[in-house]
């Protein structure tokens, strides 16, 4: 699939070309087991563990990876390198996402070396977009962060087959889902665990409860993205 995402010559590399710096002194490097990634990923920030997160609870994500591009170009009457935060695959499609602060886009050099690798990588042929704090609710990041608890999966293949089959005719509620499969003793955290590894999709437009709605994982008719994709505007609009 990767080579068919990205233009010729420009596929990422699965190990990072940069290692992670903290961008405080005040912050910790954070790690996140990053299932899409299939590794542990250093995060700068918890902004960036929170837009990884997303992707691996996001169906239309397939593919994940770290500081994956260096790239070199002529930018503001100067040469200069830069490596992008993260590229992912959506739907088959390849894409470059900075994840960065409100607060660092608004230094005026910053920002605008940042809108000339936009439109350098553009002109690659690679969509790139700018993630910042306000790209992502703190709603959604709470759901996320209740699903993440059972990351793990706790639950044989069969149960998820089951599942599966009963979600055929149709999305059903949680709830709805454990009274029909009440003699295979279904127990809620298992029906989130399946939710993580996308072994059912669920509904995160509203709080994950027993309420909460799940449907078949059918890999033709994906649900809504949720991890952003911002591309960058002037200054003056932000």
Known sequence: MTHQAW?????????????????????????????????????????ERNFLLLCDLDPNVTEVYSQPFEWRGWLLNANRVHYPDFAIVVEGRGEVHEVKTIEE????????????????????????????????TADLIKRAETL???????????????VATALEAGPLTIDSLLGKMASHDLQFHQVLSMAYNERVFIDLSTDVSRHSVIRYPDRGNLPPRIVPFTRLTTLEDM
Not at 19 to 40: E, V
Not at 108 to 127: N, S
Not at 148 to 162: C, G, S, T, V, W
């Open 148 to 162: 993440l608890r059972y990351a793990k999966p706790i639950f044989e293949d069969i149960a998820a087959l089951h």
């Open 7 to 47: 233009p010729a010559g420009c596929n990422p590399s699965r190990t990072p070309l940069r290692n992670t710096i903290t961008r405080s002194s005040n912050r910790s490097k954070k790690s996140f087991l990053s299932l899409k990634a299939g590794r542990m990923v250093d995060c700068e920030s918890s902004h």
């Open 105 to 136: 886009l608004r230094k005026k050099e910053k920002h605008e070396v940042r809108l000339g690798w936009t439109e350098w990588a553009e002109e690659q042929g690679i969509p790139y977009s700018v993630v910042t704090e306000g790209s992502i």
